[in-house]
T-cell receptor, first 112, second 115 residues
Framework: EDQVTQSPEALRLQEGESSSLNCSYT??????LFWYRQDPGKGPEFLFT???AGEEKEKERLKATLTKKESFLHITAPKPEDSATYLC?????????????FGTGTQLKVEL | KAGVTQTPRYLIKTRGQQVTLSCSPI?????VSWYQQTPGQGLQFLFE???????NKGNFPGRFSGRQFSNSRSEMNVSTLELGDSALYLC??????????????FGPGTRLTVL
């Protein structure tokens, strides 16, 4: 069965304290891995798509990397406005067609 | 450019009733996907519509159905509501269907509470 696991479930950082969020997956036929950010009461906001092992993408203080079994979202010198839930999702092709399977997210809190 | 809009934002229903949720995609987007988000299960894919045709489907019972109109607006219907259907229902739009696009834009969601 396809599985996506995110860790940790929750993370509390001090402003400026860099860290990484993990997304590990067990799927057949990965077609892409997505990272989203979700603020309370809002829908997820697209951050990155990664397609192949070794690929990296950056946006401001965020950098996403991909290996054959997991992806990392590195947050460098975070600020309080980076506080949110970060979701990863894998795009796979099943008998029912294309499908996105999401992890349950990492809730990040950045404090002053 | 206006984002994805969903109506209503909040809804309270009782068990056994049915409900219809609406999603208007970003102008020019022809693909609409629906998701259910709960604290226990996270975000789960329901189905995707592109050019009025259901292209992809998740693992949900037949009580969950949808449709898309010629203007790309989509509706999702849940019949015979159960307590476990209480969730945030999100729709996402994209220019092309899953498999041919790498970016989906989500709406704010409809919070459904079943009593």
């Amino acid at each position: 069965e396809d599985q996506v696991t995110q860790s940790p479930e929750a993370l509390r950082l001090q402003e400026g304290e860099s860290s990484s969020l993990n997304c590990s997956y067990t799927v057949s036929g990965l077609r892409g891995l997505f990272w989203y950010r979700q603020d309370p009461g809002k829908g997820p906001e697209f951050l990155f798509t990664l397609y192949s092992a070794g690929e990296e993408k950056e946006k401001e203080r965020l950098k996403a990397t991909l290996t054959k079994k997991e992806s990392f979202l590195h947050i460098t010198a975070p600020k309080p406005e980076d506080s949110a839930t970060y979701l990863c999702a894998v795009h796979i092709l099943t008998g029912g067609g294309n499908k996105l399977t999401f992890g349950t997210g990492t809730q990040l809190k950045v404090e002053l | 450019k206006a984002g994805v809009t969903q109506t209503p934002r909040y809804l309270i229903k009782t068990r056994g009733q049915q409900v219809t949720l609406s999603c208007s995609p970003i102008s020019g987007h022809r693909s609409v996907s629906w998701y259910q988000q709960t604290p226990g299960q996270g975000l789960q894919f329901l189905f995707e519509y592109f050019s009025e045709t259901q292209r992809n489907k998740g693992n949900f019972p037949g009580r969950f159905s949808g449709r898309q109109f010629s203007n790309s607006r989509s509706e999702m219907n849940v019949s015979t509501l159960e307590l476990g259907d209480s969730a945030l229902y999100l729709c996402a739009s994209s220019l092309a269907p899953l498999g041919r696009t790498d970016t989906q834009y989500f709406g704010p969601g409809t919070r459904l509470t079943v009593l």
